[in-house]
């Protein structure tokens, strides 16, 4: 990829994260603040954004979402790649817990 081709890509990105974002807090506020991992505040923010300030923030080179999951544990947690056991399965929940503490 070109560096051309990478922010045309970052750009994109960051437009259907805001329209998703958007969409998540007008249908389900406490699940899109859950989700997306962001404070009430932020919640407010994006959902007022007019068309015009969300293709101006897409635009922004840099990513706007970010990974949630920057502990080895959770990512080792989430990535099973067989069938979950029982174990596996609340170790699954025990991730999405870690994450929901990281919320905001």
């Keep these: 990829m070109t560096p051309d081709q990478i922010l045309t890509e970052i750009r994109e990105t960051n ?3 805001l329209m998703l974002a958007q969409s998540l807090i007008r249908q389900d506020r406490e699940q899109a603040l859950f989700r997306l991992g962001i ?3 932020t919640a407010t923010l994006l959902a007022t954004l ?3 300030q969300v293709m101006k ?3 922004n080179a840099t990513l706007l979402c ?3 999951m920057e502990d080895d544990l959770v ?3 989430l990535t099973s790649s067989h069938k979950p056991s029982v174990n596996e399965q609340s170790a699954q929940l025990h991730a999405q817990i870690l994450l929901a503490s990281q919320a905001a």
Excluded: M, V
Aim: proline share 6%; aromatic share 16%.
């Design 75 to 77: 990512w080792s947690l």
């Design 50 to 52: 007019s068309p015009a």
């Design 15 to 17: 437009l259907s994260y």
């Design 66 to 68: 970010r990974f949630r």
């Design 39 to 41: 404070s009430e505040e």
């Design 57 to 59: 923030l897409s635009g």
